[in-house]
């Protein structure tokens, strides 16, 4: 995949591609059906198949000082749109020149005459420009004399309402991750390189794997069922866990940080990236009264964990990743 974070001066060969435009953030189903139409005109057109998003995130640029909202960083998303097969990735910098534009300059002159595109696939809600005064009934009326067809995509729903990033904002945030994984199309996965910690859970019998978090919007604090990919090293493959998510109000911290405890494996992992899925809401994050009580609970845990990957067909043992 290339990335490309300006749209500017690009060389003739990273123009020219069908493309879906928004921001991504999350991939839901719903993206993915904006997607899946920008793949197909592509194949049907003979042009690259390419997306184009947002950096920071618009919401990020016109309220600075809001507390973190994204559900992924751009290297996350980044890394899955390469796994979904895009070819071209537009990453245009969010700053008050292209905050400034009218929306019809932003058809003319960014998706025009700088992407060369030949097709987009936008979503029925998407909106741009300044003012957020362009729709996709103006993206159909003047994609044609800039040089690219239209295709809209209808918004992604079911039963329980559309499938969108605030959705699943909602469902992370009450520790509903089997309700975002139903609008995401698969577990919420948190992912970074393992750090050294307190290793204080080496002396209790439950050594982690200890991750920093990064400025995103984060799930609600507690203990979750999980499953833990790692990615590199010599201990690659895919792990039941159990995950702590917070601050360990047992140790009175600070900053928030996430603890997996793989279960039945031995090895160090330090170093190696981890993308972390979590399954299944176990319980808050609590204070014992000792260090006996705390251990009891993290036996619980790990028995509550078997029980709710089992009830999700999640492995309970180490198996190769995926794919």
């Known amino acids: 995949m290339r990335r490309h974070c300006d749209y500017r001066g690009l060389a003739a060969g990273d123009r020219g591609a069908a493309a879906a435009i928004g921001n991504f953030d999350g991939l839901h189903l719903g993206h993915q059906s904006v997607l899946a139409l920008a793949r197909a005109a592509a194949a049907e ?12 995130h618009p919401r990020a640029f016109f309220d600075p000082d809001a507390p973190p909202f994204r559900i992924m960083s751009a290297e996350a998303r980044a890394h899955r749109l390469e796994k979904l097969g895009v070819e071209q990735l537009y990453e245009l910098p969010f700053d008050a020149a292209l905050a400034g534009l009218e929306a019809e300059e932003f058809i003319s002159r960014v998706l025009g005459a700088a992407l060369g595109l030949r097709h987009l696939v936008a979503g ?10 362009g729709d996709v009934a103006m993206l159909r009326a003047l994609g044609p004399s800039a040089g690219f067809g239209v295709t809209v995509a209808p918004l992604v729903r079911d039963a329980e309402g559309d499938f969108s990033s605030s959705a699943i904002r909602a469902a992370l945030a009450e520790g509903r991750p089997e309700d975002a994984a139903r609008m995401l199309g698969h577990w919420h996965r948190i992912e970074g390189a393992v750090v050294h910690g307190d290793k204080r859970g080496r002396d209790f019998g439950f050594p982690t794997a200890n991750i920093w978090l990064e400025p995103l919007n984060l799930p609600k604090f507690g203990v979750y069922a999980a499953t833990v990919d790692v990615l590199t090293g010599p201990h690659r493959g895919r792990y039941p866990a159990a995950a702590s998510l917070g601050v360990r109000p047992m140790f009175d911290g600070k900053r928030p940080n996430l603890e997996a405890y793989l279960l039945d494996f031995s090895g160090d992992l330090y170093g190696a990236e981890l993308s972390v899925a979590l399954v299944s809401y176990l319980r808050p994050e609590l204070r014992f009264d000792g260090i006996e009580g705390l251990v009891a609970q993290m ?8 029980r709710r990957l089992a009830e999700a067909g999640q492995p309970l043992a180490a198996a190769p990743l995926p794919g």
């Open 45 to 56: 057109i003979g042009a690259p198949f390419g997306v184009i998003t947002f950096e920071p």
């Open 124 to 133: 029925a809600d998407f909106r741009f420009g300044r003012g957020r005064r």
């Open 299 to 306: 036996w619980e845990d790990v028995a509550e964990t078997r």
